[in-house]
Each structure stands twice: as C-alpha cells, then as structure tokens.
C-alpha cells in the first residue's frame, strides 16, 4: 500500500453512492457547493445494482405475463411461451448499465468528483480512502455517512448453502426455479412471490402469523385469496426447525402455527430480508459517535450526527430502509448545510408493493385508527364495480378510505389493483395536506378511469356510492 503524503481537502465529502449519496452530492451542486462522492463500489449501491431496479424488471415481466394470459379474451389470439431467462437478464443488465451511466453523466454535469475507494475516519475532520495499493488522505469541511446497509442471515441459518438465498439474489438465477420457498411478508417476499409464480415457477411463501403482513387488514386478505387463485401456497409458520440441502433442491422442515410438523421442498429457499447498517469498516467508534441500542447512528431532525460537521443518511439511521427516505435525506441535509432549514417527516409514508396486482397502503390502517381511539368510517369500493376495470378485466381488488368521523379528515387510504401504484402519489397528497371528504368529492374525474374508484369509495363513506347497490355498500362507523 502506497499511503499519499499529502493531505486534500474538500469542502463536502460523501461517503456511499446509492441513492440518498447521489441525490445528496447532485443537491449539493445545485446549492453551490464543492462536492466529492466516495465509492467503494459502483454508483447507484445496492438499490440500482442489486434491489430495488433488478428486481422490479421481474415484477415487471411477471405483470405483464400475466396480462398476455388474459388477451385471449379480448379475441387476441396470443400464445405466452416460457420465459427465455438469459434474454431477461440481458435486458436487466442494459437497464442497469443505463441507469449507472445516466447518474454518472449528471454528476459529472453538476461537477461532482466521484473518487472510488474504501473510506474511513482518521480523526473528526480527516478520512483515509483505500483503493487497491493506493491510499490517500483527505481533510473536510463536512461529511455525510451514507455507507446503506448489508444483508444479515436470520438465526436460523447457520450457514449459507448454494440453494439459499438473499432476496436480491433470486433475481440473479440464470433458470427458472421449478419450485421456489420464500420465507417472509414484508413487501420484497411479496413481490419475489408474485412476481415468479406468474413468471412460471411453483410457489410456496412462509408467512409469520404473530407479525402479520404490512398492510392494511383487508388488504393483507384480499392479496392472500389473490395468491390462492394464482396458485401461490401459503403456509402460516411458527418456527423453522431445520434445513437441508441436496444435490437436487432444499428441503425445510418447520412448524406450523397450529403446532404442525411439516416438510417443504423446493429449487431454493429465499430468506427474509434482514438488514443491519453497513457501519464496521468505516471507524466511527473511534470518533465516539453515538450510536442507538440497534446500532443506527443518531441524527437530529437535519440529520446531523453527534459529531457536529458529520451528518448521516439512508439505512445507517433509525427508520424504514427504503431508498426513497436516503433519498429525501439526501436532498433536505445539503440544504440544511447552506443554512436552510429543510424538514424530514416520515409520519405518512408510503408503503407499497410492486405485486400482481400492485398495493398502495398510506396513511393509518383502519386497526391503527381504532387502536389510536379515533371514531372511524371506512368504505370500501370494488374495483369490480369500476367502468374501467371492467373494460381492462382488472377487476380484481379494491379501494379502502378511513375517515374520522369527529372532522371528516381522510386518516388513510389503502388499495389493491391495477393503477395502485399510479394513485400512490396522489394519496399521499391528500393525506400530507390534511384533506378531508369533500376535498376528494369536489373535483372532476376523467371518465372512464381506476381514479373514479377513489370517488366512489369517499361517497361510500356516506352509503352515496353510485356503482354499489344498497346491499353491497360497505360502510361502516366504528
């Protein structure tokens, strides 16, 4: 190692290129500021390499499989083959290269010096940054740690075979697995389970009955008689008692939560994913940073860290570990630093499944409504009962609408079906603007269209719906 004897200084440095590091050192450009971006491996992290865009190609081409199916009645005359998987990993690999060089060109545009290397603290204004045999130092003005975090085995894993998986590495298979176990309910299982039954494979999803999946009541419901008829096996489990692996698959021997012994085969076994701070290597200790029990750095409400010029965003601090919040943090801590005083609220946030078809939950789940004590009514309107949906055969799902009684603010709004994630957006418009009934009620919706379906289920709060019969109207005040 060739260590540089001359120490560069920087007014702002960045360490970690995923989203929240990008969207911080393009931001930070914007406002003037001189900006160095550090890292170790490739721009994008693992959100653009590895998770978030590898995976949604499939959800993708899993969606779109299944519409093929249904063109027949249509009178499209369309045979669905099986799926050439090297050709889709070839499209995901350009999709990728495309995204990298696009971030990597707009850096460049904004100036932005983008250095490779693995970087660590020296002191509280100093860090060292290793790539291969060179070593060079550099001193700050500010830092922002945006390292994200890495993949962590569950304990019941003791080691990691060849037929187990992290979720981001399902969608690096070079064949389809005939049978596919995914243990976990939190949004990626979700997806990874959707996704690949419709895309041909044999699923069996583990799902944790005293956790229970992550969206609304009804939500989780309907997503799970949908999974039924999609052939997707569901097993609620207690424990995983042992693995084993074959020269042929894996085999998993659990409990089930009715206190069954049974045993699951398949091609792979996908484990949950399980997320910890990717911190180790970077030498905070040594700082004497503070950290939270979980061992996320603590920030303030401008993300700045315990160490007054060293800010934090993304998976290293306490919250959801999703891109869009490094994202935001990203943008709001360089304003914070040229003296503005950005906010950071992640009370309504928004919680979404790139499943078939698609979930949008925001806002408060009608048990968190009642668990909070609010006088409630919610309405449920039936995608089935849309003029739209009928046209598409996308009639499956349904938009859910809590209300509270006491002022008629919208609490929460929670759906399943096609255009979900389109909608998302605007929920939570409505919900971060504190809208209330008549705010939903008063404008005008193209006709035909999934958003009238929004309308209706705010009518249904008050048995107004139009394309309900009496009967059906599902309203109800608690």
């Known amino acids: 190692m060739v260590v540089g004897e001359i120490s560069h200084q920087r007014n702002l440095i960045i360490i970690g290129g995923g989203p929240g590091g990008y969207s911080a050192a ?11 971006l550090i890292e170790q491996k490739e721009i994008g992290g693992v959100c653009l390499n590895e998770g978030c865009i590898p995976s949604k190609v499939y959800t993708y081409v899993g969606l779109r499989r299944t519409e093929a199916e249904q063109l027949a009645m249509f009178g499209v005359d369309t045979i669905v083959n099986e799926i050439d998987l090297y050709k ?56 922002i740690i945006a390292t994200g975090s ?6 019941y894993v003791k080691s990691k075979e060849n037929r187990i998986l992290y979720p981001f590495e399902l969608f690096q298979l070079k064949k389809l697995p005939e049978q596919l176990i995914i243990d976990g309910q939190d949004y990626i299982a979700l997806e990874a389970a959707s996704s690949f039954a419709a895309l041909g494979s044999e699923v069996t999803l583990l799902i944790e009955t ?7 009541e009804d939500i989780n419901k309907e997503l799970l008689r949908i999974f039924k008829k999609r052939k997707i096996k569901v097993i609620a489990k207690k424990e ?11 085999s998993i021997n659990l409990l089930t939560d009715q206190q069954k012994e049974v045993i699951v085969e398949g091609s792979y076994f996908v484990v949950p994913e399980t997320r910890k701070p990717k911190l180790e290597e970077l030498g905070i200790l040594r700082l004497g940073m503070k950290l939270s029990l979980n061992g996320f750095i603590q920030i303030n409400n401008y993300m700045e860290t315990s160490i007054s010029n060293v ?53 408060l789940t009608e048990h968190q409504a009642l668990k909070l004590g609010l006088s409630i009514r919610v309405s449920k309107f039936p995608l089935a009962s849309n003029g739209y949906s009928t046209i598409t055969g996308k009639k499956d799902g349904f938009i859910k609408v809590i209300s509270n009684n006491t002022n008629d603010l919208i609490e929460g709004i929670h ?25 939903i009620k008063f404008p005008n919706y193209t006709h035909p269209g999934f958003n009238e379906a929004l309308l209706e289920s705010v009518e249904g709060l008050l048995g107004q719906a139009i394309h309900l019969s009496p009967l059906k109207k599902e309203a109800t005040i608690s």
């Open 240 to 250: 995983i008692l042992t693995i084993k692996e074959n020269v042929n698959g894996i």
């Open 210 to 216: 005293n956790t229970g999946m992550p969206f609304d």
């Open 150 to 155: 890495k993949n962590i085995l569950p304990d």
């Open 311 to 363: 800010y934090a965003i993304g998976d290293v601090t306490e919250g959801p570990m999703l891109a869009w919040k490094a994202i935001k943090q990203g943008k709001a801590v360089v304003s914070s630093i040229v003296g503005e005083k950005p906010e950071v609220d992640l009370t309504i946030v928004p919680n979404c499944a790139h499943t078939v078809p698609p979930v949008a939950s925001i806002g």
């Open 88 to 143: 889709l990993m070839e499209y995901q690999t350009k999709v990728i290269g495309q995204l990298k060089t696009g971030v990597e060109r707009l850096c460049q545009a904004n100036k932005v010096e983008i250095i490779q290397g693995k970087a660590s603290f020296i002191g509280k204004n100093k860090i060292g940054v290793e790539n291969r045999l060179q070593f060079d130092i550099y001193e700050f003005d500010k830092i």
């Open 415 to 439: 759906m399943i079906g096609e255009g979900a994630l389109e909608m998302s957006g605007s929920f939570l418009q409505l919900l971060e603007m504190s809208a209330k009934e008549e705010d």
């Open 26 to 36: 393009i931001r930070g450009a914007q406002l003037g500021l001189s900006v160095t």
